[in-house]
């Protein structure tokens, strides 16, 4: 489940990860971005806002079971979508 509107490279490593990971924004339009987390069952685990101007970085650290999870990158009426591993 990928999908990708957003007119940003965006990275999220690890993936397989222990719950700790980064994101990492590039060549990204200038502006606010919401990222939200959900786990399959569509439950919000994770919830913030940051503001990228070309790049930005943000570091996660969630306390959560085992499985797949979603992370959701919203900016205004774009979005992109990817899943992640937490072992």
Do not use: C, R, W
């Not at 503001?51 to 930005?56: C, P």
């Amino acid at each position: 489940m990928e999908e990708n509107s957003l007119d940003a490279e965006v990275s999220i490593y690890p993936s397989p990860n222990n719950g700790q990971f980064k994101l990492d924004f590039k060549n990204a339009k200038s502006d606010n971005y919401t990222v939200k987390i959900t786990d399959v069952s569509g439950f919000e685990v994770e919830n913030s806002a940051i503001h990228v101007n070309d790049s930005a970085s943000m570091q996660f650290n969630l306390n959560v079971a085992a499985g797949f999870y979603f992370v959701t990158i919203i900016n205004g009426t774009s979005s992109l979508t990817q899943k992640i591993i937490v072992k």
